[in-house]
């Protein structure tokens, strides 16, 4: 094969390879539905206010397949997950269990969240160790 049609080649496939890339990021806007990960998070009260309501279900319904959450605390017994939860939504944040079976046992995870960027996790995992003194790590979502 002659080296100019060599390089044609490889051009071409270089050029298919970008289009395939980034047309999708030029549509995207039009295309994408709406997502429970487009709103932003209510900013916890001021101490002294009265929180806002928030309901949330004990496991949100994600579309989407990935997103990020805060992992607060790990417990053995359903009733400690429970009034953790509890205390964490009466103060705004969207917190549930994340029920894990292993070897017979089992563990339950707090959690507080989902968002969709990491960064936003990062930040809400900031505010939960100011605010309760709770040392979470950010985790994926489901």
Do not use: C
Request: glycine content about 8%; overall charge positive; charged content about 25%.
């Amino acid at each position: 094969m002659d080296l100019q049609l060599k390089r044609r080649l490889v051009g071409g496939a270089v050029l298919v390879f970008l289009a395939v890339i980034f047309l999708p990021m030029l549509f995207e806007d039009g295309l994408r539905s709406p997502s429970p990960f487009d709103r932003t998070m209510p900013e916890p009260p001021a101490p002294g206010e009265a929180p806002a309501r928030i309901v949330v279900p004990d496991r949100p319904h994600l579309p989407l397949s990935s997103g990020w959450a805060v992992q607060v605390g790990s417990f053995s017994s359903a009733a400690n997950a429970d009034a953790l939860v509890a205390r964490l939504r009466q103060a705004g944040f969207p917190a549930y269990v994340a029920r894990l079976d292993r070897a017979g046992e089992s563990l339950y995870r707090v959690r507080v969240g989902p968002v969709l960027r990491r960064e936003e996790a990062e930040t809400l995992a900031r505010r939960l160790r100011e605010r309760f003194g709770l040392k979470g790590f950010v985790v994926s979502h489901p």
